[in-house]
């Protein structure tokens, strides 16, 4: 069972990365009856629950390792994922979060990197959660029939 879970959660969460960080994000920007502003709006609202279910699975997946699964890759690569998560949470959303907020509000802001950091992240976090769903697979047990 814990191994199973070892599986499937980073697996669940690879699903909610792809389908909100790389398909649904970045395609509200290309309808055309969506103004920036409510694309930003939309992604505020979005990314923010997003972020708190992440919390949720980062602090799922530490149980679950932390209690049943010990190897020494697995620990190094949840624990990236979980630095990410809080990076991610603690600096670079808010960071967006003040920007669509000034962008919303009229205000022209300059340029910044920090939606190539988030996206940076995003793409280390997928490559660490298939890396851990890769070692979950090569450490379950083989049935025989």
């Known amino acids: ?25 970045p395609i509200k920007f290309k309808a055309q009856s969506l103004t920036l502003p409510v694309a930003l709006d939309v992604g ?7 972020s708190r279910v992440e919390q ?7 149980a679950i390792y932390g209690a049943f699964d010990r190897a020494f890759w ?18 670079v959303l808010p960071s967006l979060n003040r920007r669509a907020g000034l962008v919303i509000s009229g205000d022209i802001v300059p340029s910044s990197r920090t939606h190539m950091v988030y996206g940076a992240a995003e793409a280390l976090k997928l490559l660490t959660l298939i890396g851990l769903v890769a070692i979950g697979i090569a450490q379950a047990p083989m049935h025989s029939p």
């Open 1 to 25: 069972m814990i191994t199973a879970m070892t599986i499937l959660l980073p697996t669940l969460w690879i699903g909610l990365l792809i389908g909100i960080s790389f398909i649904a994000a």
């Open 74 to 91: 697995s620990l190094i690569l949840v624990g990236l994922v979980v630095g990410l998560v809080v990076v991610q949470s603690a600096w």
């Open 44 to 50: 505020r609202v979005t990314f923010g629950l997003f």
């Open 56 to 62: 949720f699975f980062a602090v799922f997946l530490v």
